[in-house]
T-cell receptor
Framework: NAGVTQTPKFQVLKTGQSMTLQCAQDMNHEYMSWYRQDPGMGLRLIHYSVGAGITDQGEVPNGYNVSRSTTEDFPLRLLSAAPSQTSVYFC???????????FGPGTRLTVT | AQKITQTQPGMFVQEKEAVTLDCTYDTSDPSYGLFWYKQPSSGEMIFLIYQGSYDQQNATEGRYSLNFQKARKSANLVISASQLGDSAMYFCAMRDSQDSNYQLIWGAGTKLIIKP
């Protein structure tokens, strides 16, 4: 059982480049989320989805887009990378009334 | 408004001693859940324990227990008989339905270092 998978694990971008962070889960979870974690801080919610076709903004959505065309996949798109987006990105999934949120291994992104 | 507060940025504890990591929260939603996660230096987020607001008993999972004091809005994590492998960041998080549609709100974390 793969759980939550994220690709890539590491990425270096130049300012202005765009890219997509991939996230997939095989647990048939309705809820999926994207967080960023900056050094010495907790996780901040970027975007989330409560089901296929439904997405909403979290605490820090600017500069990011998401879509949820299937239950399994929830990609995060960086439109025009900025150094302020250097961070570790976590994807997570859970059932509707979660007693646990399952995390992917994270993507470490550096924008130069 | 900050909903989860972890007041201890860092703690040093002697191996084999018990550890209490503090977490206070704020919500007016009667139905909520509280989570603790461990993040070792390798970076992954490891689920430890969950407490629902309507759960009758304090949650326990092996060496982890949650000291849930609803009236005080606190959900402290207790680690019994600490081990060197417990050295990590520990995050408290809360789920309610008020602003975040059941998404988790996170505290800033406590860095725990176990001394041999």
């Amino acid at each position: 059982n793969a759980g939550v998978t994220q690709t890539p694990k590491f990425q270096v971008l130049k300012t202005g480049q765009s890219m997509t962070l991939q996230c997939a889960q095989d647990m048939n979870h309705e809820y999926m989320s994207w967080y960023r974690q900056d050094p010495g801080m907790g996780l901040r919610l970027i975007h989330y989805s409560v089901g296929a076709g439904i997405t909403d903004q979290g605490e820090v959505p600017n500069g990011y887009n998401v879509s949820r065309s299937t239950t399994e996949d929830f990609p995060l798109r960086l439109l025009s990378a900025a150094p302020s987006q250097t961070s570790v990105y976590f994807c997570a999934s859970s059932s509707r009334t979660p007693r646990e949120q399952y995390f992917g291994p994270g993507t470490r992104l550096t924008v130069t | 408004a900050q909903k989860i507060t972890q007041t201890q940025p860092g703690m040093f504890v002697q191996e084999k001693e018990a550890v209490t990591l503090d977490c206070t929260y704020d919500t007016s939603d009667p139905s909520y859940g509280l989570f603790w996660y461990k993040q070792p230096s390798s970076g992954e987020m490891i689920f430890l324990i969950y407490q629902g607001s309507y759960d009758q008993q304090n949650a326990t999972e092996g060496r982890y227990s949650l000291n849930f004091q609803k009236a005080r809005k606190s959900a402290n994590l207790v680690i019994s008989a600490s081990q060197l492998g417990d050295s990590a960041m520990y995050f408290c998080a809360m789920r309610d339905s008020q602003d975040s549609n059941y998404q988790l709100i996170w505290g800033a974390g406590t860095k725990l270092i176990i001394k041999p």
